[in-house]
Each structure stands twice: as C-alpha cells, then as structure tokens.
C-alpha cells in the first residue's frame, strides 16, 4: 500500500511560479512567500495536483486541490484528497484515455497547454475544462514529485463557458457578514466554530504528525482566522449595540 505524501507547499508553489513566466494567466501577484499558499487557494483558477511520481504510485491520488476546484467538482478537501484522480473524468474509455495520453505528454515534455476534455464532478454532472496547462512538478533539485493541473475556463453541457472568478476580498466578506445584534445562540455557535477548529489544527498536529508547512495544517489555520475573525467582528456588534442602547438609555434619563 502506497502512502499519501502530499507534496510540500513550497514544491508545487515554486512550481507554479516557474510556470507563471511563460503563461501570465496563472501570475500570483502581490503575495509574499509565505501568503502565497493562501493566495493560489483563492485565486481565480482551478489548481489541482497529484503524486504522479511518487515510488509505487500506480494510480495517482490527488494531493491538492484549491477552492476553485473544490467547488467546480462539488467536494470537499477532506473528500478529494487520497481520492485517485481519474474518478475527476466520465469513466468512458476514450476521455480515460485521452486524459492518460495528456498525462503522459506532460510527464515527457514537462508541461502541456491548451489541453480541453470532460470531467465529471463528485455529483456527476459533467463539464469540460478548458485551455489547461498540465505540468510536472519538481522540487530545487529537479526531482519529480506530480503533476498539477490549472485552467480558469469551462464548458457546462448546454454549451455555456464558465470563468472562475476569486475568493471574496475580505472587505467583501465583511459587508457580507454585516447584521443585527448578534443573539446567545450566534456568540455559541461561533465561539464552538473557534473551539472545533482549533481542536482540529492541534489533531493535524498531534495526531498527523503534520507541521505548519504542510497544506492541510495551513489551510485549517486559515479557517480558524476566519472563524476567529468572525467572532471578533460579532463580538464588536454586540459591544456596539449595548453602547447604543445605554446611550439612548442616558438620553432618556436626562429628558
């Protein structure tokens, strides 16, 4: 039995910029090293990744996925992850072998672009994926270690062509989260959000033996910021709100 090793954050990320040189479309910008992770997880294309290379692997199982993908094929990171990637297309024998023909070409010649072909998502339904770059990715020292998958463009069944946009922008999200004065059962339940995903980090931890520079740790920790962000801002409401009451209490009390 072959152990899942997902590949590090910084090998596929350097990867990923090495790319970036020829094909501007996949270009992270603004981002240091260290928010990049955060960055190609909300960016506006689809990245995916399997151990292709890894020693043993006979059907490569999916190492990463960003938001984009796991919204496009409807799972989650839990789900996708460990999952053999060619359950991500129709198991027809032409696309299974159209796609392992695309994987071979990437494997000889580094990377391939403008590659099209039907996938299906954990829920079947079926689309096709458009101008995608398949690349081999390799470490500092050139060693193999998967390959990953990127596009923004796809094609529903009825012909529409979809683009993939980002993340909400943090402001976005704010305004979005904006409301009345939180109630006993909102401050629970996001002080238990907090709670439960940091008993979750800890578990990659302890229990994983995961550290802070593998993609599953650093995508719990960027939840838990949000979660923990989204307490902050529901416990300013409430402060807000208090302070508006007692103020038009004194109001009261001085006419």
């Given amino acids: ?9 910084q090998h596929w990320i350097w990867t990923i910029l090495a790319n970036t040189r020829t094909d501007r479309r996949y270009l992270i910008e603004g981002a240091d090293f260290e928010a990049l992770a955060a960055a190609a997880y909300r960016a506006p294309f689809v990245l995916l990744a399997h151990n292709r290379f890894q020693e043993g692997v006979t059907d490569p199982l999916f190492t990463y996925a960003n938001r984009a993908a796991l919204e496009l ?6 789900d996708i992850i460990g999952t053999p990637s ?5 198991d027809v024998v032409q696309t299974q072998t159209e796609r392992q023909e695309l994987l071979d070409r990437a494997a000889a010649k580094g990377v391939v672009t403008n590659y099209e072909g039907w996938r299906v ?3 079947g339904r079926r689309f096709k994926i458009r101008d995608v770059v398949l690349f081999n990715i390799v470490d500092r020292q050139g060693t193999k270690l998967g390959q990953a998958a990127m596009f923004s463009r796809y094609e529903l069944e009825s012909g529409l062509v979809m683009t993939v946009t980002a993340a909400p ?3 976005e999200e704010e305004e979005a989260g904006t409301g009345g004065v939180p109630t006993p059962e909102d401050m629970a339940a996001a002080e238990a959000a907090v709670a439960e995903q940091a008993a979750h980090v800890r578990a990659l931890k302890e229990v994983q033996g995961l550290t802070n520079q593998d993609i599953p740790v650093q995508m719990a920790v960027l939840k838990l910021k949000e979660n923990k962000e989204q307490l902050v801002k529901l416990q300013r409401r409430l402060e807000d709100a208090l302070l508006a009451s007692r103020a038009a209490f004194d109001d009261d009390d001085d006419e």
């Fill in 73 to 78: 094929w409807e799972t989650t990171w839990d």
């Fill in 86 to 90: 060619r359950l991500s297309a129709p």
């Fill in 121 to 123: 998502s954990a829920k």
């Fill in 169 to 171: 922008r943090e402001e």
């Fill in 1 to 9: 039995m072959v152990t899942l090793t997902p590949p590090r954050p």
